[in-house]
């Protein structure tokens, strides 16, 4: 017969692996700034190359997931999703390799999604356990990024870049009345 202590140490392991499978680190705080300046040094070649493709595309939206399901879709790595007012969440083949590296790379750093709208081109590299995200953001006319429930932005030291955090609980706190 195991002792109380044994069996809350087991206990606390099973939750705790049962948390990492799921996804979950238990973690709801975002990355540093300093963090998130890290991250984009160490992935700036490749956040270039994407958003220099997305550039060519005449869209006003579009997101690029991974392999989670999509509105009815199964992802498969060198898709894009069209948002709903562009033919309907059409899939459109990435065909160039340079792109497709990219966007394997960045997956690997732990980038989530990557969206562009509203002239804002977001890659997510943090989700927290509630509506809080963490990343990137480009926008080519420099002016501050248009995100959804924005709460801290700060510009990088590459022009047109900024690392943020979006976390709607403090934006409504902030917004309310």
Same mark, same amino acid.
């Given at each position: 017969?195991?002792? #109380?202590?044994?069996?809350?140490?087991?206990?606390?392991?099973?939750?705790?692996? *049962? *948390?990492? *499978?799921?996804?979950?680190?238990?973690?709801?705080? #975002?990355?540093? %700034?300093? @963090?998130?300046?890290?991250?984009?040094?160490?992935?700036?070649?490749?956040?270039?190359?994407?958003?220099?493709?997305?550039?060519? $595309?005449?869209?006003?939206?579009?997101?690029?997931?991974?392999?989670?399901?999509?509105?009815? /879709?199964?992802?498969?790595? %060198?898709?894009?999703?069209? %948002?709903?007012? &562009?033919?309907?969440?059409?899939?459109? #083949?990435?065909?160039?390799?340079?792109?497709?590296?990219?966007?394997?790379?960045?997956?690997?750093?732990?980038?989530?999604?990557?969206?562009?709208?509203?002239?804002? $081109? &977001?890659?997510?590299?943090?989700?927290?356990?509630?509506?809080?995200?963490?990343?990137?953001?480009?926008?080519?006319?420099? &002016?501050?990024?248009?995100?959804?429930?924005?709460?801290?932005? @700060? #510009? *990088?030291?590459?022009?047109?870049?900024?690392? /943020?955090?979006?976390?709607? @609980? @403090?934006?409504?706190? &902030?917004?309310? %009345?």
């Amino acid at each position: 017969m195991m002792r #109380p202590s044994v069996k809350c140490a087991a206990a606390m392991i099973l939750l705790h692996i *049962l *948390l990492l *499978l799921s996804g979950c680190s238990g973690r709801n705080t #975002p990355p540093t %700034g300093q @963090e998130v300046t890290n991250w984009f040094q160490n992935n700036e070649k490749d956040l270039n190359t994407v958003r220099d493709y997305l550039a060519t $595309l005449d869209f006003d939206s579009m997101d690029i997931k991974d392999s989670k399901m999509i509105v009815g /879709y199964t992802y498969i790595i %060198g898709y894009t999703y069209i %948002g709903e007012s &562009q033919l309907n969440k059409t899939r459109l #083949p990435i065909r160039e390799d340079t792109v497709l590296l990219a966007l394997r790379s960045l997956r690997k750093a732990g980038c989530k999604n990557i969206y562009y709208s509203r002239s804002t $081109l &977001q890659y997510c590299i943090w989700h927290g356990t509630s509506s809080i995200d963490c990343g990137v953001a480009y926008r080519a006319d420099g &002016q501050m990024p248009d995100i959804a429930y924005l709460t801290q932005c @700060e #510009p *990088l030291e590459v022009d047109g870049w900024y690392w /943020y955090v979006a976390d709607f @609980e @403090e934006w409504r706190v &902030q917004n309310a %009345g």
